[in-house]
């Protein structure tokens, strides 16, 4: 049993230096979600998961995955641990560059501003109100269940811990857009704007200070923080 | 005393009893520059360069006087008249004929016989009161001229008979005699513009020559010379007002010019002339004004010499010496004059300010994107403006046939002497969408630098129309393949919606357009079938209708065909453009579409935020969007859903494909 063991933990090293996400450890409820799909699947030791996936734990579940890592020496592998109540996107768990950082956050304002090409060609008056609005339907839609997106959050706080800053930030930005609530409390918004901070995007940071110290219900306290990390950043 | 009273100056030869008389330089604006040769462009002088009579805009006409202001002169002399045309383009004929251009000498005798003194002067005229000049422009910078010229030289003698009147009586009949010899000269010139503000000239003078005969050879002592000479000229304008010029000849003559245009329509010039052959060297000074008004303009010079030795009129018989003149403009023996002209510029005498240097048609017209050519540059037309003050320059394009009248571009101002690229748009009918296969046409491409009338110049340029089916291979042009106005495309959307309108009852309306995108996808699932492009010189995309006849596509046609759909019944769509930089050859086209559902209901969307994008609409909402893969669309809409949705965070999310540019996302309506 012990020399099984030990091959089991030999083989997951070499996978995670070969450049492969490695399950490394589980316990509890743990679960894997594949690339696009919606279904939770059960998860093993020496599970390789692959960028697309996303790992959730349970309430009293645990893992630990060997990321590859270039600055983790000569093991070639970094161990994340995720703790209990977390949903962790793999693409998540790596270093990006300021670049890819940069590049990232462009392309959140390239996907939001795509109709302005419109103006360069065709300019065809257009309708600014349309009518036709469908009212046969009376049922109310229900917001979604926040649960999940403090789990993602949780899930950012381990990216935070574990140095993986700028996606940290991201997907706290990406949170707060699906769940708007929780882009409304004091700490998961401080969570990126120290994210940001740490990832050296001095202007972003900046900003989403702004936004923390325009929050309804921030305490003297939390303004006082706030603006002492607006001043330190504009030294 | 004077035996003539030509139209020239008379100069007398007193000490010898011999007289000659000088000529006048024939336009003001040459006279009064010297150094003209590289700045003709027009009629006025064009003999000293006539490769610059290009430079005519249509008809020219031009006449002038002059009057001596040195011993024995006075009263104004008709000079003689030029005219000119252009035609065929830019090739330029032109006249001169002037009856002034004489030098009259008369060589003073006289015969005693019987105590009664007769004259016997000899008359010597030379004349060249004939030019014809053709030029022709090579290229927008270099031009040839070639020109005949008519000279005449001649001579009259009286002879004296002894007439019996009866057996004693005779008396003396004076006979006189005269001979004529016409001689023609041909020379050759060239203009070169190696820069817009550089010109060059160059003139082989009297290279060739057709003699007449005529006069005995008693009299070649009073023969002109026949001298070949080089003569070269150039022009610098370091500002649009002023021209300054050089001139010199290897006839070791030469000249300096420049001329200054204190108004717009006002000329001020000078020249010093220099002569190699005289002493002192500079031989003459001359001034002159012009003022242009409308398409009049007048000119004067005043030329003033700085030996007047020989010039007073009479000079002793031995100092005239026929072999000294080889330029009947300034022989030795002219003398100070101010000479006058006018000018009218008749026929196309609208100015041409504007020229065009160069048409660019690139890429062609697709038909499908005709509508967009009314406001995207089918090309473009480099324009200079040849004026010297700004223009705002017009430029139309005309395609005979697909085009119902030339579609005039927006102005663009340019500076005097600079160019600018004017953006050709054009207007197609409907005839354009019938064209089944590329084809060339040719594009009659004007400009013009007045809101009304004529144009300036005009080029010809061919035009690529492609088939109605080409694509040119950017996700902006293929938007113009969606069609969610067609008849076709709106009853099939319809029809679908109409026979699943149960399954649409009690959906909650914000998840309304995400169910009617789903039934209608999966109205074709198990359907279609995709099929590859013909072999063609471009990209093939069916247009909506043939698809849904067909059935059948590859992933462009099945974008085009469902973004129509979906937009038929309301619901917006993007195209998803995939090009891999390692792999340009596996590009690949998918669709987006907007299910009008705000981030916050997302879990009624998907548990997976993998599957779908947040984008904002129009109107500045932010909605989700889901990714398709239409050429699983045959599997149903879940599997071209989840296909497009692996594609999208692939490429997208993970290979940073949006930000780095190699994915682009087109919204279509």
């Known amino acids: ?235 | 005393m004077p035996l003539s009273r030509s139209a020239a100056l008379l100069l007398l030869m007193g000490a010898a009893g011999s007289t000659a008389c000088a000529q006048a330089i024939f336009a003001p604006r040459a006279s009064a520059l010297g150094a003209y040769a590289a700045l003709v462009q027009d009629v006025r002088g064009f003999t000293a360069n006539p490769a610059g009579l290009t430079g005519m805009k249509d008809w020219d006409i031009y006449t002038t006087t002059y009057t001596t202001t040195g011993t024995g002169g006075g009263g104004f002399v008709f000079s003689g008249f030029g005219l000119g045309k252009r035609f065929l383009g830019f090739n330029s004929l032109a006249v001169q004929y002037t009856p002034g251009t004489t030098l009259d000498v008369v060589k003073r005798a006289t015969f005693r016989i019987a105590g009664l003194s007769l004259a016997t002067d000899t008359l010597i005229n030379y004349d060249e009161p004939l030019a014809v000049g053709y030029a022709a422009r090579v290229s927008d910078r270099l031009s040839l001229g070639i020109q005949a010229r008519m000279q005449t030289e001649k001579v009259s003698n009286p002879q004296y008979t002894l007439e019996a009147i009866n057996d004693s009586l005779s008396t003396i009949l004076p006979v006189q005699q005269t001979y004529q010899r016409d001689v023609w000269f041909a020379d050759l010139a060239v203009s070169w513009k190696p820069a817009d503000d550089v010109s060059l000239s160059a003139l082989g003078r009297s290279l060739a020559r057709i003699t007449s005969r005529g006069i005995p050879s008693g009299y070649d002592q009073y023969a002109l010379p026949w001298t070949r000479s080089l003569e070269l000229g150039a022009a610098w304008s370091p500002v649009q007002s002023i021209r300054v010029s050089a001139a010199g000849s290897t006839a070791k003559r030469g000249a300096l010019g420049a001329e200054w245009n204190p108004l717009a329509d006002l000329s001020v010039r000078c020249g010093l002339y220099g002569d190699g052959t005289l002493s002192p060297f500079l031989d003459a000074v001359g001034v002159g004004i012009g003022y242009r008004y409308l398409f009049f303009e007048a000119d004067a010079s005043y030329v003033r010499f700085t030996s007047e030795a020989n010039r007073g009129g009479t000079v002793a018989s031995a100092s005239f010496d026929p072999s000294r003149i080889d330029d009947l403009g300034m022989s030795p023996y002219a003398g100070d004059r101010a000479s006058f002209s006018i000018r009218a510029i008749l026929g196309n005498v609208r100015e041409t300010p504007v020229r065009i240097e160069g048409v660019q048609l690139a890429g062609g017209v697709y038909p499908s994107a005709f509508q967009a050519m009314a406001y995207r540059p089918v090309g473009r037309v480099r324009v200079r403006n040849t004026s010297n003050r700004p223009v705002a320059a017009r430029a139309a394009i005309f395609v005979d046939r697909l085009m119902d009248r030339p579609t005039l571009s927006q102005p663009v101002s340019i500076q005097p002497g600079e160019t600018a690229d004017v953006p050709l748009t054009a207007v197609f009918n409907d005839r354009v969408k019938d064209i089944p296969a590329v084809t060339i046409r040719d594009a009659t491409v004007t400009v013009s630098a007045a809101i009304e009338g004529d144009y300036d110049d005009e080029a010809q340029a061919r035009l690529v129309i492609h088939g109605r089916n080409d694509w040119d291979g950017t996700p902006e042009s293929l938007r113009y393949f969606v069609t969610p106005d067609d008849p076709e495309v709106i009853r099939t959307s319809r029809e679908i919606m109409l026979a699943a309108k149960d399954s649409l009852s009690g959906v909650p309306s914000e998840l309304g357009q995400l169910r009617r995108a789903k039934l209608l996808c999966d109205a074709f699932a198990g359907r279609l079938v995709y099929v590859s492009d013909p072999k063609h010189l471009t990209e093939f995309v069916q247009y909506s209708p043939e698809t849904l006849r067909s059935r059948a596509g590859d992933c462009t046609d099945m974008t085009v065909c469902f973004s129509s759909l979906l937009s038929s019944i309301g619901i917006s769509t993007a195209f998803v453009d995939v090009v891999p930089p390692k792999a340009p050859e596996k590009a690949h086209m998918f669709l987006l579409f907007d299910t009008g559902v705000s981030p916050q209901y997302g879990d009624h969307v998907s548990s997976n935020p993998k599957r779908y994008i947040l984008r904002k609409s129009k109107s500045g909402r932010e909605t989700i969007w889901l990714p398709l893969e239409t050429t699983a669309i045959t599997r149903g809409f879940e599997e071209a859903w989840t296909e497009g949705a692996q594609q999208y965070f692939d490429d997208v999310e993970l290979g940073l494909g949006l930000a780095s540019g190699w994915v682009r996302i087109v919204d279509v309506y």
């Open chain 1, 1 to 235: 049993m012990k020399t099984a063991l030990m091959v089991a933990a030999v083989l997951v090293a070499a996978q995670a230096w070969a450049g492969e996400i490695v399950v490394q450890a589980l316990r509890g409820d743990v679960s894997v979600r594949h690339g696009v799909t919606e279904v939770w699947a059960k998860v093993a030791v020496g599970d390789v998961l692959r960028p697309d996936d996303t790992m959730k734990t349970g309430k009293k579940g645990s893992a630990v995955i060997l990321v590859p890592s270039p600055q983790a020496g000569s093991a070639g592998a970094r161990k994340v641990t995720l703790p209990a109540e977390v949903i962790v996107d793999m693409s998540d768990v790596r270093d990006l560059t300021q670049e890819e950082l940069m590049l990232k956050l462009t392309m959140e304002k390239v996907r939001a501003s795509s109709y302005q090409w419109k103006s360069d060609e065709l300019q065809m008056p257009s309708a600014d109100v349309v009518h036709g609005a469908d009212r046969s339907s009376t049922q109310v839609l229900s917001a979604s269940d926040p649960s999940t997106g403090v789990l993602e959050l949780n899930g950012a706080h381990v990216l935070y811990n574990n140095g993986f800053f700028a996606t940290c930030a991201l997907k706290g930005m990406e949170v707060f857009r699906l769940y708007p609530p929780l882009g409304k409390e004091f700490g998961n918004r401080l969570l990126v704007a120290e994210a940001l901070e740490k990832a050296h995007l001095r202007g972003e940071a900046l900003n989403e200070y702004g936004t923390i110290a325009r929050l309804d219900g921030i305490t003297p306290e939390q303004e006082l923080l706030v603006h002492s990390r607006i001043e330190s950043l504009r030294k």
